[in-house]
């Protein structure tokens, strides 16, 4: 992680090499600190579920409870994160940022140190409230340093945490699987690397709303829709993020069990596959963005969601070998819906980033942890393989894209109206 280290580095500069604020330009190092953070606070999180079949062992859990650390871990984020959002909308905190990861720091020290099923929950509860804290006020961070380009932006954003929670399973089946429980606390020093780039990030921040506020006022160019128009759209991109984080959580918290039960790989052997599959989508999501700022962010939305179903009702019936090639697929695919989903939706309630940014993220967060709970459950009474055959048809719900209105006509016209 060439690039990681060398942000790192330069994190106490931040505000000093960002220079002049410039509404117009977009601010890659500020991006690339988001983004390296987004890896950073991904990576903690995803070692939860890499860890799932060491603390089954351990604890003596079932599918069941399994999903139920999921869910908590999601639903305290899924929860808290639009609340979190509405309130920085009306009043932005720049350094909430660090705060928030430090819940993550004490959620980690809390798991490698639980003794009981309840210490685990508390301590993927504090992890959740770290996430609730980072994402929506990272999505508006990111969204200022895009000079317009706000997929790109979006996308850049997301692959950091694509990446983290590709690095979280190998990690988990390297360090902390061989070593116990107890190495997870050595990822607290990841949290407090974090900190010290949120700092950074946060003071540019600060300093760009000040440079906003010093500057006169004009008139923003916004696509202003019904509000009848607004509400189906977003019901609409509700749905597509349930099939999309349900059809996930099938992959992210059962994949292993999946591997090992059906093909009989060792632990270590289905932490790399899954490894696999999660950089597949971060890989996915780089694209998603870019895509969307050039040709329109419906068609990436169509593509991704209704685009995967081939491959997902083709998975429960393959080998090893065709399992992890349509994992691939499906991740690269299905990956790059989330960013063009956010920027959509904050087009389509302008002057809301925090609040849309938080209803997604959370919305995510809770459709995944409910979907956890809920096919372990479905496992624990039937199969893994049953739920891998019922979430094939997730995809399906992507034919709602069609009742989503066109954002790209307007937004040409007004572009070509002539500045006065």
């Given at each position: 992680m060439t690039s990681g280290t060398a942000i790192a580095g330069s994190a106490p500069d931040l505000t000093q090499t960002t220079g002049r604020p410039d509404a117009e330009k977009t601010v890659f190092v500020i991006l690339a600190a988001i983004s390296f953070s987004h890896l950073l606070n991904d990576m903690m999180q995803s070692l939860l579920p890499a860890l799932y079949p060491m603390l089954a062992?351990?604890?003596?859990?079932?599918?069941?409870q399994v999903g139920l650390i999921t869910f908590v871990f999601q639903l305290t984020a899924s929860i808290l994160q639009p609340a979190i959002g509405l309130y920085t909308d009306r009043k932005p905190q720049p350094f909430s940022l660090p705060i928030g990861m430090a819940f993550t720091l004490v959620g980690l020290i809390v798991l490698s140190v639980a003794t009981s099923f309840p210490m685990l929950l508390l301590g993927a509860a504090f992890v959740g409230m770290g996430s609730a804290v980072f994402h929506p006020e990272s999505s508006r961070i990111a969204r200022m340093a895009s000079g317009g380009r706000h997929g790109l932006a979006q996308s850049l954003f997301q692959v950091g945490g694509n990446i983290g929670s590709a690095i979280g399973p190998l990690l988990a089946a390297f360090i902390v699987l061989?070593?116990?429980?107890?190495?997870?606390g050595w990822f607290s020093a990841a949290a407090l690397l974090a900190i010290l780039v949120l700092s950074s990030?946060?003071?540019?921040?600060?300093?760009?709303?000040?440079?906003?506020?010093?500057?006169?006022?004009q008139a923003a160019s916004q696509i202003v829709l019904p509000r009848r128009t607004v509400g189906i759209a977003l019901g609409v991109l509700g749905m597509l993020v349930f099939s999309k984080y349900i059809y996930l959580a099938s992959l992210t918290s059962y994949y292993t069990f999946y591997l090992i039960e059906t093909f009989h790989v060792s632990v270590q052997q289905a932490q790399i596959h899954l490894f696999i599959f999660l950089g597949a989508v971060a890989v996915g999501t780089v694209a998603g963005g870019p895509i969307g700022d050039r040709f329109g962010r419906k068609y990436v939305i169509w593509g991704s969601i209704l685009g995967v179903l081939?491959?997902?009702?083709?998975?429960?019936?393959?080998?090893?070998?065709?399992?992890?090639?349509?994992?691939?697929?499906?991740?690269?695919?299905?990956?790059?819906?989330?960013?063009?989903?956010?920027?959509?939706?904050?087009?389509?309630?302008?002057?809301?980033?925090?609040?849309?940014?938080?209803?997604?993220?959370?919305?995510?967060?809770?459709?995944?942890?409910?979907?956890a709970a809920v096919l372990g459950e479905v496992a624990d009474l039937t199969s893994i393989g049953f739920v891998y055959r019922l979430c094939a048809f997730l995809p399906l719900i992507g034919?709602?894209?069609?009742?989503?209105?066109?954002?790209?006509?307007p937004r040409r016209a007004i572009a070509a109206v002539p500045a006065e």
């Open positions: 062992t351990n604890y003596g859990l079932d599918f069941g061989p070593r116990g429980q107890s190495s997870i990030v946060g003071a540019w921040y600060r300093r760009q709303r000040r440079t906003i506020r010093a500057k006169p006022r081939p491959f997902t009702l083709a998975l429960p019936y393959v080998g090893l070998t065709g399992t992890v090639i349509l994992s691939i697929i499906i991740g690269l695919i299905l990956a790059s819906a989330f960013s063009a989903i956010v920027v959509y939706a904050q087009e389509l309630v302008p002057g809301k980033t925090g609040t849309i940014a938080g209803l997604f993220f959370g919305f995510a967060f809770g459709m995944g942890g409910i979907g034919i709602l894209t069609v009742f989503l209105p066109d954002l790209e006509r």
